[in-house]
């Protein structure tokens, strides 16, 4: 079975903390998410990395950066925490859906548990 | 911008009543997927429609593609209290690693 794993369930900060999410999947995935979800507004995708190295933003970067270093760890970074960033982050990973440039399958997306991070 | 929008985003029932939720957008997508969130878990795969048309059914659970690939409806025969839970479709786009997900639907089993 795959498994992802979040470093913390819970965890509070204060305000201009530096804060560290850590993400590890078990099934050698290419590609790695960081969601945050807030109630009525689903999952928005923050970043995503699609290889070691490699990352692309998502819908809404601003206030976070990402580290990956190895294939199985996505790291999510929140420089200087604040108070509008309170919520619940979701770490996902999956294979590649497409081989130079050609549709190999639609592939799952893996999550794991969340953290609910609140940033007093 | 959120480009998947569901409805209702709360819905609650009786147990044994049917349901139908919506995920409905502007853009064309590739494939559609469900998902389905338990309290203090992440959000696990139901099912991929990929066919405009498409209908899936999963036991109790019937899921259908909309023709023209935009939409998608799930439907609940007999909904049981295990059906509790945040329901969240998915839209995939061709050579696009990402998704999009929608808004999501909270949906209440009352025994």
């Known amino acids: 079975d795959v498994k992802v794993t979040q470093s913390s369930r819970y965890l509070v900060k204060r305000t201009g903390e530096k804060v560290f999410l850590e993400c590890v999947q078990d099934m050698d995935h290419e590609n790695m998410f960081w969601y945050r979800q807030d109630p009525g507004l689903g999952l928005r995708l923050i970043y995503f990395?699609?290889?070691?190295?490699?990352?692309e933003k998502g819908d809404i970067p601003e206030g976070y950066s990402v580290s990956r270093e190895k294939k199985e760890r996505f790291s999510l970074i929140l420089e200087s925490a604040s108070t509008n960033q309170t919520s619940m982050y979701l770490c996902a990973s999956s294979f590649p859906s497409t081989l130079a440039g050609v549709l190999i399958r639609t592939d799952t997306q893996y999550f794991g548990p969340g953290t609910r991070l609140t940033v007093l | 911008t959120q480009l998947l929008e569901q409805s209702p985003q709360f819905l609650s029932i009786q147990e044994g009543e049917n349901l139908t939720v919506y995920c409905n957008s502007s853009s064309v997508f590739s494939s559609l997927q469900w998902y389905r969130q338990e309290p203090g878990e992440g959000p696990v795969l139901l099912v991929t429609?990929?066919?405009?048309?498409e209908v899936k059914k999963l036991k109790r659970l019937t899921f259908q593609f909309g023709d023209a690939r935009k939409d998608s409806s799930l439907h609940i025969t007999a909904a049981q209290p295990g059906d509790t839970g945040l329901y969240l479709c998915?839209?995939?786009?061709?050579?696009?690693?990402?998704?999009?997900f929608g808004t999501g639907t909270r949906l209440t089993i009352i025994p």
């Open positions: 990395s699609y290889d070691v190295k490699m990352k």
């Open positions: 998915a839209g995939a786009r061709l050579g696009n690693e990402k998704l999009t």
């Open positions: 429609v990929v066919t405009g048309g």
